[in-house]
């Protein structure tokens, strides 16, 4: 069982938005900042969103990240079929003095 | 550009030990902060340990906490997991990571009798 909690799964259409949620909480996400990868199948993991909302070079500004509380949610507008894949959260844990995954969400583009 | 080539997996029997390296390229090395993580065959990340820039400072993650090693040689650009008394349940991929933002290809390490 993951420390941090996500759907296993999510899906939507070529257009649409999508919002894959985490939850965690004061200790983890309620005090530090998300980071949210993608793993497409036999690939490293790659990171979308770090620090408040931060896209690395190269990353479309299709993903966004929100944290509320102790939840935390990434976004991703004009849904294509390239984003098929894992996603995954990731925070520091300030009880446990480690980093904590999510579950991952599959992300199904119907 | 940044690079991170992994090496050392293989095939090993319960109890005994391995050392996975991890060759940096294109960055300061010394600079940053180092993890390895890992995913187990169909199975979601699961972060293993860290260690500060110069070596100082290490964490681990509780199953592994006791058993694994992680250090560093910033001379040769290279990071290391020294993983003993190794189970089954630690058959994995393993991936070394720069501050968590970019990650190597990843090695297999399989633990069966």
């Known amino acids: 069982q993951s420390v941090l909690t996500q759907p296993p799964s999510a899906s939507g259409t070529p257009g649409q938005r999508v919002t894959i949620p985490c939850s965690g909480n004061?200790?983890?996400?309620?005090?530090?900042?998300i980071n949210w990868y993608q793993q497409v199948l036999g690939t490293a993991p790659k990171l979308l969103i770090h620090?408040?909302?931060q896209r690395p070079s190269g990353v479309p500004d299709r993903f966004s990240g929100s944290k509320s509380g102790t939840s935390a949610s990434l976004a991703i507008s004009g849904l294509q079929s390239e984003d098929e894949g894992d996603y995954y959260c990731?925070?520091?844990?300030?009880?446990?003095?480690?980093?904590?995954f999510g579950g991952g969400t599959k992300l199904t583009v119907l | 550009q940044v690079q991170l080539v992994e090496s050392g997996g293989g095939v090993v029997q319960p109890g005994r030990s391995l050392r996975l390296s991890c060759a940096a390229s294109?960055?300061?090395?010394?600079?940053?902060?180092m993890h390895w993580v890992r995913q187990a065959p169909g199975k979601g990340l699961e972060w293993v340990a860290v260690?500060?820039?110069?070596?100082?400072?290490?964490y681990y993650g509780a199953s592994v906490k006791g058993r694994f090693t992680i250090s560093r040689d910033n001379s040769k650009s290279t990071l290391f997991l020294q993983m003993n008394s190794l189970r089954p349940k630690d058959t994995a991929i393993y991936f070394c990571?720069?501050?968590?933002?970019?990650w190597g290809q990843g090695t297999l390490v399989t633990v069966s009798s």
């Open positions: 294109g960055f300061t090395f010394s600079n940053y902060g």
């Open positions: 620090r408040k909302n």
């Open positions: 990571a720069t501050e968590l933002k970019v």
């Open positions: 990731a925070a520091w844990d300030d009880s446990l003095n480690a980093w904590v």
């Open positions: 260690i500060s820039y110069d070596g100082t400072i290490t």
């Open positions: 004061r200790y983890n996400i309620g005090n530090n900042t």
